[in-house]
């Protein structure tokens, strides 16, 4: 305002005028600011909200249980009479929390499976039950058939039991792997004669 305005006192109007039109300007743009920025948080809200429910459907289909096809080489129910349980830990071999510092530098945190080889028997029903037993990691399950397409896919939240009966129907050599840390989270399963 001060640039528009002089000493003499006839010009008064005119430097009241300028102010005036300075403040309609200014309040203008600053409308059309929160404008914009109310517009585009709505749009960032919306994107949120429609990659929040794409995620959501994504990780619904992701984990999956043994399929008509997949069945025919392992079954898997929630409940039975079983012939063996394994447990199976998620073991935290070099992480953020503990360390060593230098080897999680080197390779990033280090997770396995504990046992990591599983040996079963054909036909015979056994409880495999999964704990992960980190409380701010995921991990998850995924059961390989023998040319390491996946079987079933399971998610095993942090500070959790996840245990179903497994009966193979095929013998042989079977991979599983944590899809979350790769390359190093994996077992195997070998599924032997009946015995
Ligand atoms: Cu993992």
Redesign the pocket.
Same mark, same amino acid.
């Not at 109007?13 to 005036?20: D, F, R, S, T």
């Not at 025919?72 to 039975?80: C, D, Y």
């Not at 056994?126 to 995921?138: A, K």
């Given at each position: 305002m001060s640039q528009h305005c002089v000493s003499t006192f006839h010009r008064r109007a005119i430097c009241l005028w300028l102010a005036y039109r300075d403040i309609v300007r200014s309040t203008t743009a600053c409308t059309a600011a929160i404008l914009f920025a109310t517009v585009a948080a709505a749009g960032a809200a919306n994107t949120a909200g429609a990659t929040a429910t794409m995620s959501g459907a994504a990780s619904a289909a992701r984990y999956f249980m043994p399929d008509a096809a997949a069945s025919k080489i392992v079954t898997v129910v929630t409940a039975g009479t079983v012939a063996a349980s394994i447990v199976v830990l998620?073991a935290a071999v070099a992480v953020k929390e503990t360390g060593p510092k230098a080897t999680i530098e080197h390779f990033g945190e280090v997770?396995a499976f504990l046992p990591n080889f599983i040996a079963v028997h054909r036909g015979e029903p056994t409880r495999i039950t999964l704990w992960?037993l980190?409380p701010d +990691? +995921? !991990? +998850?399950f995924v059961l390989e058939d023998r040319s390491g397409e996946a079987l079933m896919h399971l998610r095993?939240a942090p500070l959790s039991k996840t245990s179903y009966v497994y009966t193979f129907h095929s013998e042989g050599l079977f991979g599983f792997r944590?899809?979350? !840390?790769q390359p190093e989270?994996n077992g195997q399963i070998l599924v032997l004669p009946p015995r």
């Amino acid at each position: 305002m001060s640039q528009h305005c002089v000493s003499t006192f006839h010009r008064r109007a005119i430097c009241l005028w300028l102010a005036y039109r300075d403040i309609v300007r200014s309040t203008t743009a600053c409308t059309a600011a929160i404008l914009f920025a109310t517009v585009a948080a709505a749009g960032a809200a919306n994107t949120a909200g429609a990659t929040a429910t794409m995620s959501g459907a994504a990780s619904a289909a992701r984990y999956f249980m043994p399929d008509a096809a997949a069945s025919k080489i392992v079954t898997v129910v929630t409940a039975g009479t079983v012939a063996a349980s394994i447990v199976v830990l998620t073991a935290a071999v070099a992480v953020k929390e503990t360390g060593p510092k230098a080897t999680i530098e080197h390779f990033g945190e280090v997770y396995a499976f504990l046992p990591n080889f599983i040996a079963v028997h054909r036909g015979e029903p056994t409880r495999i039950t999964l704990w992960n037993l980190q409380p701010d +990691d +995921d !991990h +998850d399950f995924v059961l390989e058939d023998r040319s390491g397409e996946a079987l079933m896919h399971l998610r095993l939240a942090p500070l959790s039991k996840t245990s179903y009966v497994y009966t193979f129907h095929s013998e042989g050599l079977f991979g599983f792997r944590c899809a979350l !840390h790769q390359p190093e989270m994996n077992g195997q399963i070998l599924v032997l004669p009946p015995r």
